[in-house]
């Protein structure tokens, strides 16, 4: 398959690149570059030896989205594009909404316009909101939000569970990744955030990496094991390769639409993700508990059932893999990608 991946220069996108490349598929980036940098392109190229289009765009001007259907015959698109810092779309909700459902909307209708008739919607745990049942299921509904990121993913879900039924053919998988971590095994690829980070495992890693000075821990007296709070964290080649079993699935769909969750079924707390950093670099890292942070759940872990049954898909690295992959990646490149 030709696969058009918007966001494809993130985080999360180019170890998907790399998963369909090796399995034999096409890729072509398109990526505004708000988040990210154009120098990941010369890494995939050297990793895959193929050249990878790139089209410098954003998804939310429609004509320009359009004009790229328009120019190359795609058989399907893994959707990544889009803002996802939670704190900052408190700040800017109108930037967030706007960037994540006209993003998504413009490739809907080019899609309908070409005939592509298969997309992969990069969706979160976050979907779940408070009140749901643990281990979180997809059958779970309604499904809500704590933040206008959070939002826009319940509202893009339910675009897309509207839409795709009035377009003949579409099939849509919404995958609900938990918490991607690690990056690439080659050291080349992985998560290069700016600014200061907002998540748990680049935040560590800057700590090791000698470019923040401790680990704040928000709240140890959660009602969690050790007091820390659980998540479910999952290794980002894992998640890539969810991608592509939910691609290669779409089309044995009975339904238009159908979620999934990307997980591996265990709470993980941060104490332990800690430990686990710190097992990977060979030393203690220094930390402190602090408050807890607003509007964080105690506990977030999949049901991975469904994934595993439908997609014959199953997450299979540990967190030490994780973190060892983690580490080497922001050891070889402590400020991540190179500019340009
Ligand atoms: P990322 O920010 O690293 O990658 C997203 C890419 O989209 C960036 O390269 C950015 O430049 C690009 N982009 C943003 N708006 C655009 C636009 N209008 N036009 C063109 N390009 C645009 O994020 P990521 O971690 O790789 O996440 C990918 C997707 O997965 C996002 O939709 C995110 O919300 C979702 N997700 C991420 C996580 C996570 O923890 N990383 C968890 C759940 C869901
Ligand atoms: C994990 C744990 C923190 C930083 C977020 C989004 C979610 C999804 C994934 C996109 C929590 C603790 C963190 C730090 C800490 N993204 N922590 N010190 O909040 O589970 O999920 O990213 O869809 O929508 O909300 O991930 O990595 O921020 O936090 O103690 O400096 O680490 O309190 O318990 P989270 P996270």
């Not at 696969?3 to 998963?19: F, K, N, Q």
């Not at 413009?106 to 969706?123: G, N, Q």
């Not at 090791?208 to 290794?235: N, S």
Request: contains cysteine.
């Amino acid at each position: 398959m030709r696969v058009l991946v918007s966001g494809g220069a993130g985080y999360i996108g180019p170890h998907t690149v790399l998963a369909l490349l090796a399995a034999g598929h096409e890729a072509v980036i398109v990526d505004d570059l708000s988040n990210s940098k154009a120098s990941v392109l010369n890494r995939l190229e050297s990793l895959s030896g193929q050249h990878i289009p790139m089209h410098s765009i954003d998804l939310t001007d429609r004509d320009k989205t359009d004009q790229i259907f328009a120019e190359t015959a795609f058989d399907a698109v893994i959707h990544f594009a889009g803002f996802k810092a939670v704190g900052e779309s408190v700040e800017k909700p109108l930037e967030y909404y706007e960037n994540n459902l006209d993003s998504t909307l413009s490739i809907v209708r080019a899609m309908r316009r070409h005939d592509v008739t298969k997309l992969v919607f990069s969706s979160s745990a976050t979907v779940y909101g408070p009140r749901a049942p643990l281990p979180y299921s997809e059958e779970w509904w309604p499904l809500e939000a704590t933040n206008p990121y959070g939002w826009t993913k319940v509202m893009n879900e339910q675009v897309l569970r509207d839409v795709a039924p009035t377009i003949p053919g579409l099939k849509v998988a919404l995958l609900r990744y938990f918490n991607p971590i690690g990056s690439h095994p080659s050291g080349q690829i992985g998560e290069d955030p700016n600014g200061i980070p907002n998540n748990l495992l680049p935040f560590i890693a800057q700590v090791a990496v000698g470019r923040r000075e401790k680990l704040m821990i928000f709240g140890d007296d959660y009602d969690t094991p050790d007091g820390t709070c659980l998540r479910d964290y999952i290794h980002v080649e894992d998640l890539a390769l969810g991608h592509l079993a939910a691609l290669e699935h779409l089309d044995s769909m009975k339904e238009p639409v159908r979620a999934f969750n990307l997980g591996t079924g265990q709470g993980v707390s941060v104490f332990e993700v800690l430990r686990a950093f710190e097992k990977a670099v060979g030393r203690a890292l220094p930390y402190e508990v602090a408050p807890r942070r607003a509007g964080d759940l105690a506990e977030s872990y999949a049901d991975p059932t469904r994934a595993e049954q439908e997609l014959g898909w199953k997450a299979t690295k540990s967190i030490d893999d994780m973190c060892a992959d983690a580490w080497r990646w922001q050891r070889e490149n402590p400020m991540g990608y190179p500019a340009g």
